[in-house]
């Protein structure tokens, strides 16, 4: 298939222009980047105020598929200030930390570029500011500016929907046990969570608590929020949020199927050839996502449960320090695979989505992070749910309960990044059995490949010319178009 082209058709007699901010970190800025290149492609100038150390990265994240992006594509730099918050050069992104106590610097660098960022935006005078939600003080900066202020969020519109009825209701402080369940009020379907779930600042309040509701505040006065997901997938939850929070929601994804992103793949390497060796549907994908690292004694359960599945797999791998006696090893453990042929073994990055469309890989292990977990669901794969942080436990529900597509591992703790494998193990026994049901021929398993297979077709049809994705991006773009008109309006008057 050729490059993708601009929707001509579609330009406004004068281009409007758009900045994006990020949070620093890799999935939020490739998420910014394929939304940018999004509007991009519809002949809007689009421009990510950024830092230097992360140019690479945005670049390299920037859609070969697409012809001509960077005529509407830009990037707007700032200086980091590494000697005022105590940071080498360089480290300017949350994954790219080499200690712990280098995320608070960050945020604190974060806090400091607020005042030049906000003169670098009035500089391009943008007709709108598409900001990741953790940029809170962009809501009444775009007031200030009269422009309008649009939240990305990079998950999908269930579990902002959990979180609404939580924060609204506070159904966990009716329970008397971290492992009681309870209902979450006012939403569609009977979604039941623990209190052990919810992340820790729910359960305990601190002062990340304050900083959520900052979030959620700013949020309620924005223009409203950009969100990458589909119309099919989460329709009652979609109307639901529209109606109790009273914003305009725009679901514009898959955003990677708009840009293409599984055409810049490189489609070569050993992973390649060993793939292309199995048969269809026989291969179950593992990963973590970029962030997990899992100490050794979980490392060894979930290899000694692959291996008892019986199925080959591939697994991607983020080990992590742990200075316990064990001894096992991962590298004695990936040697073994590659004489049996059973598995795969990578450690550090890959181009997830090549796996995931390679037709040897008929389901995979997941952390549940909202683009991973949509990935799968384009490339019609069954999950098994293995969340940890963040959103991770409101969108197993959606996967297992709503959708039924996937089926949990048992995890039963939330935790933080530095609490990974800490808090619970979970055995290879039920790694062995999650695996085996997904891989498998029973009725329920063959009902998961249906009902995901429908959804990835949905999935691109949403994208396509008279899908919901490709109908909200223009409506976004008119609604936008319209407001500039009434500025300008005012302006002469």
Same mark, same amino acid.
């Given at each position: 298939?050729?490059?993708?082209?601009?929707?001509?058709?579609?330009?406004?007699?004068?281009?409007?222009?758009?900045?994006?901010?990020?949070?620093?970190?890799?999935?939020?800025?490739?998420?910014?980047?394929?939304?940018?290149?999004?509007?991009?492609?519809?002949?809007?100038?689009?421009?990510?105020?950024?830092?230097?150390?992360?140019?690479?990265?945005?670049?390299?994240?920037?859609?070969?598929?697409?012809?001509?992006?960077?005529?509407?594509?830009?990037?707007?730099?700032?200086?980091?200030?590494?000697?005022?918050?105590?940071?080498?050069?360089?480290?300017?992104?949350?994954?790219?930390?080499?200690?712990?106590?280098?995320?608070?610097?960050?945020?604190?660098?974060?806090?400091?570029?607020?005042?030049?960022?906000?003169?670098?935006?009035?500089?391009?005078?943008?007709?709108?500011?598409?900001?990741?939600?953790?940029?809170?003080?962009?809501?009444?900066?775009?007031?200030?500016?009269?422009?309008?202020?649009?939240?990305?969020?990079?998950?999908?519109?269930?579990?902002?929907?959990?979180?609404?009825?939580?924060?609204?209701?506070?159904?966990?402080?009716?329970?008397?046990?971290?492992?009681?369940?309870?209902?979450?009020?006012?939403?569609?379907?009977?979604?039941?969570?623990?209190?052990?779930?919810?992340?820790?600042?729910?359960?305990?309040?601190?002062?990340?608590?304050?900083?959520?509701?900052?979030?959620?505040?700013?949020?309620?006065?924005?223009?409203?929020?950009?969100?990458?997901?589909?119309?099919?997938?989460?329709?009652?939850?979609?109307?639901?949020?529209?109606?109790?929070?009273?914003?305009?929601?725009?679901?514009?994804?898959?955003?990677?199927?708009?840009?293409?992103?599984?055409?810049?793949?490189?489609?070569?390497?050993?992973?390649?050839?060993?793939?292309?060796?199995?048969?269809?549907?026989?291969?179950?994908?593992?990963?973590?996502?970029?962030?997990?690292?899992?100490?050794?004694?979980?490392?060894?359960?979930?290899?000694?449960?692959?291996?008892?599945?019986?199925?080959?797999?591939?697994?991607?791998?983020?080990?992590?320090?742990?200075?316990?006696?064990?001894?096992?090893?991962?590298?004695?453990?990936?040697?073994?695979?590659? =004489?049996?042929?059973?598995?795969?073994? @990578? *450690?550090?990055? !890959?181009?997830?989505? +090549?796996?995931?469309?390679?037709? #040897? %890989?008929?389901?995979?292990?997941?952390?549940?992070?909202?683009?991973?977990?949509?990935?799968?669901?384009?490339?019609?794969?069954?999950?098994?749910?293995?969340?940890?942080?963040?959103?991770?436990?409101?969108?197993?529900?959606?996967?297992?309960?709503?959708?039924?597509?996937?089926?949990?591992?048992?995890?039963?703790?939330?935790?933080?990044?530095?609490?990974?494998?800490?808090? =619970?193990?979970?055995?290879?026994?039920? @790694? *062995?059995?999650? !695996?085996?049901?997904? +891989?498998?021929?029973?009725?329920? #398993? %063959?009902?998961?490949?249906?009902?995901?297979?429908?959804?990835?077709?949905?999935?691109?049809?949403?994208?396509?010319?008279?899908?919901?994705?490709?109908?909200?991006?223009?409506?976004?773009?008119?609604?936008?178009?319209?407001?500039?008109?009434?500025?300008?309006?005012?302006?002469?008057?």
């Amino acid at each position: 298939m050729g490059s993708i082209t601009h929707e001509t058709n579609e330009v406004p007699k004068t281009p409007l222009k758009l900045v994006f901010l990020t949070l620093p970190i890799a999935g939020h800025m490739l998420h910014i980047v394929d939304t940018a290149s999004t509007f991009a492609m519809h002949g809007v100038t689009c421009i990510i105020i950024t830092t230097h150390a992360n140019v690479p990265f945005i670049q390299n994240s920037v859609p070969k598929s697409v012809a001509n992006i960077n005529d509407f594509l830009n990037i707007r730099l700032l200086d980091f200030p590494y000697e005022a918050v105590g940071l080498p050069p360089g480290i300017e992104n949350f994954s790219n930390v080499t200690s712990i106590d280098m995320r608070p610097k960050i945020s604190d660098a974060l806090k400091l570029l607020q005042k030049p960022t906000e003169d670098l935006i009035k500089e391009i005078s943008p007709d709108c500011i598409v900001s990741d939600m953790f940029y809170p003080w962009t809501s009444d900066f775009a007031r200030e500016v009269g422009i309008p202020r649009v939240v990305f969020r990079g998950t999908g519109m269930f579990p902002m929907c959990c979180w609404n009825s939580i924060k609204s209701h506070v159904p966990h402080e009716s329970v008397t046990s971290d492992d009681e369940k309870f209902t979450l009020p006012g939403l569609p379907g009977d979604i039941v969570m623990t209190k052990s779930t919810l992340p820790d600042w729910v359960r305990n309040p601190n002062g990340y608590t304050m900083w959520m509701k900052m979030i959620d505040a700013a949020e309620s006065k924005s223009f409203g929020v950009i969100v990458n997901s589909f119309t099919d997938l989460e329709r009652d939850y979609e109307e639901y949020y529209k109606l109790v929070t009273g914003l305009k929601v725009w679901t514009i994804g898959p955003i990677a199927l708009h840009v293409g992103r599984n055409e810049d793949l490189d489609g070569s390497g050993e992973w390649v050839e060993w793939l292309d060796k199995k048969e269809a549907g026989s291969v179950i994908y593992v990963s973590f996502g970029g962030s997990a690292k899992f100490p050794t004694h979980q490392l060894k359960e979930i290899a000694a449960g692959l291996e008892l599945s019986g199925r080959d797999f591939v697994w991607v791998v983020r080990a992590g320090k742990d200075h316990s006696a064990e001894e096992w090893s991962l590298q004695e453990f990936k040697e073994k695979m590659r =004489e049996s042929g059973q598995g795969l073994i @990578i *450690e550090g990055w !890959v181009p997830q989505l +090549m796996f995931l469309e390679h037709t #040897a %890989v008929g389901a995979m292990v997941t952390h549940v992070g909202w683009g991973t977990m949509l990935e799968g669901i384009t490339a019609g794969l069954p999950l098994v749910t293995w969340p940890l942080y963040a959103e991770q436990f409101y969108n197993e529900r959606l996967v297992v309960d709503v959708l039924k597509i996937g089926v949990g591992v048992g995890v039963s703790e939330f935790c933080g990044l530095d609490d990974i494998g800490k808090k =619970e193990t979970i055995g290879r026994q039920s @790694i *062995e059995a999650a !695996v085996r049901l997904v +891989m498998g021929d029973s009725e329920e #398993a %063959v009902a998961m490949r249906q009902r995901v297979m429908e959804l990835s077709e949905a999935s691109k049809k949403a994208v396509q010319d008279g899908g919901s994705s490709k109908a909200n991006i223009q409506n976004f773009l008119n609604d936008l178009t319209i407001l500039r008109s009434l500025r300008n309006e005012r302006v002469k008057s």
